[in-house]
């Protein structure tokens, strides 16, 4: 399947202050997701990502594609304790095998 | 309400013995997915069912098996082959077309004795 890079693997903010999470990949990308993952829940889709250099905004949430669609990232403005949790990017394989690839997640924690 | 019905939630079992975890979806998606989750790793695919009656080898489907009789139905079976089963498992599924978002279950957490 496509392998993406996801980095960090940890981060530690101050409440207030902001976070973002990195992904990788060598190849080109059709499109990327992004999940949320609370402590002991499961994944929540947050958002896909298509277009070469598309930027998109939840809220204090930001997403970016790159515009060699091979990178992307989650930026956090702000962050408050309810953002406690792992981030996963996520990468459709090519071709008809349609499988979701996940990275290695960054796990978030917000000190208050 | 519609979604995504994993069961049992917590799960132990004794080295030998198979395991069968339930997964139940109302969304009438088509394609449907089983991942493994450890500890602060990422999650990695173990089989996925595009259709009815046709299923997939992920990336560690070694000492899993799975069926897709009913397209609301996509049970994984952990059987003694599996060498570290203890782990939790995420069933997810996922309208028709490639670019849609997995809806996951709960999560079943399995653990080997």
């Known amino acids: 399947g496509q392998q993406v890079m996801q980095i960090p693997q940890y981060q530690h903010v101050q409440e207030g202050e902001d976070f973002t999470t990195y992904c990788n990949s060598s190849t080109t990308l059709s499109n990327i997701q992004w999940y949320k993952q609370r402590p002991g829940g499961h994944p929540v889709f947050l958002i896909q990502l298509v277009k070469s250099g598309e930027v998109k905004k939840q809220k204090r949430l930001t997403f970016q594609f790159g515009e060699a669609k091979k990178n992307s990232s989650l930026h956090i403005t702000a962050t408050q304790t309810t953002d406690v949790g792992t981030y996963f990017c996520a990468v459709i394989s090519s071709g008809s095998a349609r499988q979701l690839t996940f990275g290695s997640g960054t796990q978030l924690t917000v000190l208050p | 309400d519609g979604g995504i019905t994993q069961s049992p939630k917590y799960l132990f079992r004794k080295e030998g013995q198979n395991v069968t975890l339930s997964c139940e979806q109302n969304?009438?998606?088509?394609?449907m997915y089983w991942y493994r989750q450890d500890p602060g790793q990422g999650l990695r695919l173990i089989y996925y069912?595009?259709?009815?009656?046709?299923?997939q080898k992920g990336d560690i489907a070694e000492g899993y098996s799975v069926s897709r009789e009913k397209k609301e139905s996509f049970p994984l079976t952990v059987t003694s082959a599996q060498k570290n089963p203890t782990a939790f498992y995420l069933c997810?599924?996922?309208?028709?077309?490639?670019?849609?978002?997995?809806?996951f279950g709960e999560g079943s957490r399995l653990t080997v004795l």
């Open positions: 969304l009438n998606h088509d394609a």
């Open positions: 997810a599924s996922k309208s028709h077309g490639h670019t849609g978002e997995l809806f």
């Open positions: 069912s595009q259709i009815v009656n046709d299923f």
